[in-house]
Every structure is written in C-alpha cells, then in structure tokens.
C-alpha cells in the first residue's frame, strides 16, 4: 500500500533552537498534505494543511510564523518549528492524500519532538 | 463546525466480552474513518466507511455508519488483549476537513 515517512521519528533539541520535520510520500504524488500535532493522552489536532506550490492553511490558533510550512514538490512537505520551547514538545504527524486511489489519507510514522 | 464526539473516553474491559464505540459528528460528511493507535506510534488505519449502511469487519472488529443519525459504532466481539490501543474515529467533509474525535483507550484485562 501507499506509503508515507516522515524524519526524524524523534529528536530532542535545546530550547530556541529551529527543527525541521520532514514528510514524504513514497509511491505517490500528494498535492495535499497535513500536518497534524499530539500532546499525550489527547487527541489529533489539525494544525495546517500544505498545498504544494502554495502557502499552506493554517487552523485558527497555529502560528504561521512559529510552525513554517513548505510544500516544494508532489512528495515532499516540511514543517520547520522555529525557535522550539519546551511547550513545543509533542508528537507531530503527517498525512498525506493519495488522489490516485479515491483520495484516501495515509499518515507517516510521526515525529517526536522534545525541547529542552 | 465541524465536531466528533466519541464514546466513551476510557473502557476497560474482560477477555472474551462484547462492547461498542460510539462516534458521532455535527455535521453531513464525505466519509468517516476508524484508526488504532499504539502507545508511541501513529495510526493505523482500520475501516473507511463512505455511505449510509456501510459495515464492514475485520477480525473481532466490525465497524458501520448511518449518516442520517451521523453516527458510527466500532463493535468489539469476544475482546483479546491485543485489542488493547486507542481508537478514533475522524469524519472528512468537503474532502479536505478532517475532524478526530477524542479517542477511546481500551485496555482488555486477561
């Protein structure tokens, strides 16, 4: 089946420091990806959604210039968190549509992140 | 809005018993999805449903969607320890808009 990776599966860097986290779909072209995030215990939460070639669309409340987004080609999605604080620390997950097979979303393997 | 509620939060059950996961949304969607989650890993896809009346099984799981109720059950039959994970459900509407409900974290007791 489709595949989606995302790397790092975790890192932990010094607070104020920038991570990036990167999404790939494998075996298929996503114009569509989304990153979601996850604290323990809790649920998905839908930070934004990337369009390749375009800005991304960020939910209410996620700041666009704290969480960069960039969508540069079909399989391809990366989420920058800039100046990371230990608030920042979580679980970050990707999904990916693949348009071909009926628009179904694949997620990657999540990333987590924490911030000292 | 867009909002799925499931229920309940936390079930903790024996071996060999029978429950039911209840996900309802607010609002008419394209297709409502089941996911299983391992502690510290992503999800697992379970069950895409699309229309009204949809069913359909895997295992000891059986899942189904009315949508003029908005509302979808995940049927665990004669549970086993493996079951143990959270289960979400989350509803797609307007083919991008997808919406997670809170989850449910199942333990199955021997």
């Known amino acids: 089946g489709a595949v989606v990776s995302q790397h790092p599966s975790w890192v932990i860097c010094k607070s104020g420091t920038s991570v990036k986290i990167e999404c790939r779909s494998l075996?298929?072209?996503?114009?569509?990806m989304f990153w979601y995030r996850q604290f323990p215990k809790q649920s998905l939460m839908l930070m934004a959604t990337?369009?390749?070639?375009?800005?991304?669309?960020?939910e209410q409340g996620v700041e666009k210039d704290k969480f960069l987004i960039n969508h540069a080609s079909l399989t391809l999605s990366t989420l920058t968190v800039t100046s990371a604080h230990p608030e920042d620390s979580s679980f970050y997950i990707c999904?990916?549509?693949?348009?071909?097979?009926?628009?179904?979303?694949?997620f990657g393997e999540g990333s987590r992140l924490t911030v000292l | 809005e867009l909002k799925v509620e499931q229920n309940p939060l936390f079930l903790s059950m024996q071996e060999g018993k029978n429950y039911t996961i209840y996900c309802n949304y607010s609002?008419?969607?394209?297709?409502l999805y089941w996911y299983r989650q391992d502690p510290g890993k992503s999800l697992e896809s379970l069950f895409v449903?699309?229309?009204?009346?949809a069913v359909k099984q895997e295992g000891r799981l059986m899942a189904s969607l009315d949508t003029k109720a908005r509302l979808s059950t995940l049927h665990i039959t004669a549970a086993v320890h493996d079951l143990s994970a959270t289960y979400f459900c989350a509803v797609v509407r307007n083919n991008n808009d997808m919406r997670f409900g809170a989850g449910t974290r199942l333990t199955v007791k021997p």
């Open positions: 449903l699309l229309s009204n009346g």
């Open positions: 990337s369009n390749e070639g375009s800005k991304a669309t960020y």
């Open positions: 075996d298929f072209q996503a114009t569509t």
């Open positions: 609002t008419t969607s394209d297709r």
């Open positions: 999904s990916a549509r693949d348009l071909d097979r009926t628009g179904e979303l694949f």
